[in-house]
């Protein structure tokens, strides 16, 4: 998949279509485009039931159209800035914060416990005397 980027330099009157091959989204796991697609569908679903169009949504994010269609699509060349966008347009950006929580990290939890101390025994010689 190639990415165009619109380079306008504005002082010289040249406009510049440039392209950057993306490899990135090539080397998603096939778990991974899945789950993208399905949020890219979630988002859609989510944007129907307000009532909003794709244009009505692409001008509220203040991105094309073709933008919000590859994003409801799953395309992984969407940015997250985009993604935040839409999901602040539809009331639910407070989602995106908890993706990676602590709280909900069940892994890094696991990891955690696991290089806990196994010993709890107290020490014999105290330093400080005052310590309660």
Same mark, same amino acid.
């Given at each position: 998949?190639?990415?165009?980027?619109?380079?306008?330099?504005?002082?010289?009157?040249?406009i510049?279509?440039?392209?950057?091959?993306?490899?990135?989204?090539?080397?998603?796991?096939?778990?991974?485009?899945?789950?993208?697609?399905?949020?890219g569908?979630?988002?859609?679903?989510?944007?129907?039931?307000?009532?909003?169009s794709?244009? +009505?949504?692409?001008?509220?994010?203040?991105?094309?159209? =073709? !933008?919000?269609? #590859?994003m409801? %699509?799953? /395309?992984?060349?969407?940015?997250?800035?985009?993604?935040?966008?839409?999901?602040?347009?539809?009331?639910?950006?407070?989602?995106?914060?908890?993706?990676?929580?602590?709280?909900?990290?069940?892994?890094?939890l696991?990891? +955690?416990?696991?290089?806990l101390?196994?010993?709890?025994? =107290? !020490?014999?010689? #105290?330093?400080? %005397?005052? /310590?309660?």
């Amino acid at each position: 998949m190639e990415v165009f980027y619109l380079v306008i330099y504005p002082y010289m009157g040249i406009i510049c279509l440039m392209t950057r091959a993306s490899q990135s989204s090539q080397a998603l796991p096939a778990v991974a485009v899945d789950q993208l697609q399905k949020l890219g569908h979630d988002l859609a679903v989510a944007r129907k039931r307000r009532h909003l169009s794709l244009r +009505e949504m692409a001008d509220r994010m203040m991105v094309n159209l =073709k !933008t919000v269609q #590859r994003m409801e %699509k799953g /395309d992984p060349a969407v940015g997250i800035g985009i993604v935040a966008a839409a999901l602040w347009i539809l009331g639910m950006h407070r989602r995106l914060g908890d993706l990676v929580s602590p709280e909900t990290d069940a892994t890094g939890l696991q990891e +955690e416990i696991r290089n806990l101390p196994r010993d709890f025994r =107290k !020490t014999k010689n #105290r330093t400080d %005397k005052y /310590d309660f």
